[in-house]
Antibody, heavy 125, light 107 residues
Framework: QVQLQESGPGLVKPSQTLSLTCTVS??????????WSWIRQPAGKGLEWIGH???????NYNPSLKSRVTISVDTSKNQFSLKLSSVTAADTAVYYC?????????????????WGQGTLVTVSS | DIQMTQSPSSLSASVGDRVTIACRAS??????LNWYQQKPGKAPKFLIY???SLQRGVPSRFSGSGSGTDFTLTITSLQPEDFAIYYC?????????FGQGTKVEIK
């Protein structure tokens, strides 16, 4: 059973860089075939897709965050990471990591499962 | 970006009711539409992919339909554990986008 777990500081100061790591267990990131994703959710609001990274290292980011986001993968540790620079209070949210799975013969038929439990990051001085 | 709009934003229903939630895409997304359920303090739970295919283990009272721009999630015979927020999400293109959510409350 594949499980994901987010980790990182729960408090980040404005203008600094938010850094989170997602540790994958029960499957090898390097085995290929999946996108590894980050999604966030401000308190009481909806879900916002941040971006994802393929096993090869290719990435796609949300244009609304693209200038500040970097997603990377460390296959030796079976982890992938999120960095979000120049944070403001608007970046306060629960951050989730998730695997994007798909139908082999229909790559666009993809979905997010499983998800990590989420980690709250607060931006405040 | 493809905008996803759900309706209604919230609804009140009783145990045993049939509930339908609509999701509309701002452009055609074929059948590349997923549904998730989220309960307070928990991560979203994946329910349905490709508009109508039920994830393994999801009760058969959940069903999805639609293609192009208009989709629906139906829950027949609502159960106490179904009271939650439901989100649709398109996988047709990046950025992936979600609907704003529909909260299903107890009447």
């Amino acid at each position: 059973q594949v499980q994901l777990q987010e980790s990182g500081p729960g408090l980040v100061k404005p203008s600094q860089t938010l850094s989170l790591t997602c540790t994958v267990s029960g499957a090898s990131i390097s085995s290929g075939g999946y996108y590894w994703s980050w999604i966030r959710q401000p308190a009481g609001k909806g879900l916002e897709w941040i971006g994802h990274i393929y096993t090869s290292g290719s990435t796609n980011y949300n244009p609304s965050l693209k200038s500040r986001v970097t997603i990377s993968v460390d296959t030796s540790k079976n982890q992938f990471s999120l960095k979000l620079s120049s944070v403001t209070a608007a970046d306060t949210a629960v951050y989730y990591c998730a695997r994007e799975d798909h139908i082999i013969v229909v790559p666009d038929a993809s979905w997010l499962d499983p998800w990590g439990q989420g980690t709250l990051v607060t931006v405040s001085s | 970006d493809i905008q996803m709009t759900q309706s209604p934003s919230s609804l009140s229903a009783s145990v045993g009711d049939r509930v339908t939630i609509a999701c509309r895409a701002s452009q055609s997304i074929s059948r590349y539409l997923n549904w998730y359920q989220q309960k307070p303090g928990k991560a979203p739970k994946f329910l349905i992919y490709a508009a109508s295919s039920l994830q393994r283990g999801v009760p058969s009272r959940f069903s999805g339909s639609g293609s192009g721009t208009d989709f629906t999630l139906t829950i027949t015979s609502l159960q106490p554990e179904d009271f939650a927020i439901y989100y649709c999400q398109q996988s047709y293109s990046t950025p992936r986008t979600f609907g704003q959510g529909t909260k299903v409350e107890i009447k």
